[in-house]
């Protein structure tokens, strides 16, 4: 029984780096069942922030000094699958679910008339739907297609410059590049307004009959507001898992 039990516990389970394993100092390909793991993910990038997902579970990992992000956790007695993601950290970011996770921001863009922002977006058809308010919405899937949207549809736009608190296109999108879009695409919705105190932001994001929907909210409602005609880019990254089989994208204003 002795032998049995030792033979029993000797038996180790394999860890799913995908693909990243030498990003984590002390990394090993398997563990026993029970084992408290301690790996530093140390391939840190600039305004990037991290997060850890262990068989779809988020982990609690911090940032050690001159180690890196500790990611700590007990082997279970299976197989896992350890997930790094990376994300902008100039983006606030929500984890809506495993399989539906995003990061999300608002910049400015000016207010414009252009047919091509209309023409050119992904839902052109909708917009003579009148229960609902419909946004043009774009999706940008590589760096070519980030600079057709600048030189586009956005080509009217005010995409090198902030308002106030808000960030500019070009100062959030700055570090888009081949890895990012790699493995995430990038959907935008323009929302034209009355007053340039007016704010806005991304309430939800689902997908709703194949079909991927950013649903906008305004954030406030100021007694006294400028007369000014603004505009705004509603940005959300999403992991091109999320894009890649759907049928077509929407953006609406929620009120």
């Known amino acids: 029984m002795l032998a049995l039990c030792l033979c029993g516990c000797g038996t180790k389970y394999t860890v799913d780096y995908c693909g990243q394993k030498?990003?984590?100092?002390?990394?090993?390909?398997?563990y026993p069942a029970g084992k408290k793991v301690t790996l530093y993910y140390s391939e840190i990038a600039t305004d990037t922030d991290y997060s850890f997902i262990l068989d779809g579970e988020p982990l609690n990992c911090l940032y050690e000094e001159s180690k890196g992000y500790a990611v700590r956790f007990t082997m279970p007695a299976h197989d896992v699958r350890l997930e790094c993601r990376s994300y902008n950290s100039?983006?606030?970011?929500?984890?809506?679910?495993?399989?539906?996770?995003?990061?999300?921001?608002?910049?400015y863009a000016n207010y414009s008339e252009d047919s091509a922002i209309m023409r050119e977006a992904r839902n052109g058809e909708t917009m003579i739907i009148s229960s609902v308010?419909?946004?043009?919405?774009?999706?940008?899937?590589?760096?070519?297609?980030?600079?057709?949207?600048?030189?586009?549809?956005g080509n009217s736009l005010s995409l090198d410059q902030g308002y106030d608190e808000v960030p500019s296109f070009n100062e959030v999108t700055g570090n888009y590049d081949d890895e990012f879009f790699r493995d995430y695409s990038?959907?935008?919705?323009?929302?034209?307004?009355?007053?340039?105190?007016?704010?806005?932001?991304?309430?939800?994001?689902?997908?709703?009959?194949?079909?991927?929907?950013m649903h906008v909210i305004q954030t406030n409602d100021p007694e006294v507001y400028t007369a000014d005609m603004s505009g705004w880019l509603v940005m959300a990254e999403v992991e091109k898992e999320v894009t890649k089989?759907?049928?077509g994208y929407d953006a609406q204003m929620d009120r």
């Not at 030498?22 to 398997?30: E, H, R, V, W």
């Open 22 to 30: 030498d990003s984590y100092t002390g990394a090993k390909d398997s």
């Open 90 to 107: 100039m983006l606030p970011t929500t984890i809506v679910s495993p399989e539906l996770w995003y990061s999300t921001v608002t910049v």
């Open 133 to 153: 308010q419909h946004l043009p919405v774009y999706l940008l899937e590589s760096t070519q297609d980030l600079e057709w949207f600048k030189t586009g549809p």
């Open 186 to 213: 990038l959907l935008l919705a323009y929302v034209q307004a009355g007053s340039g105190s007016f704010r806005y932001e991304l309430n939800d994001l689902e997908k709703v009959d194949g079909k991927l929907v």
């Open 245 to 247: 089989d759907c049928a």
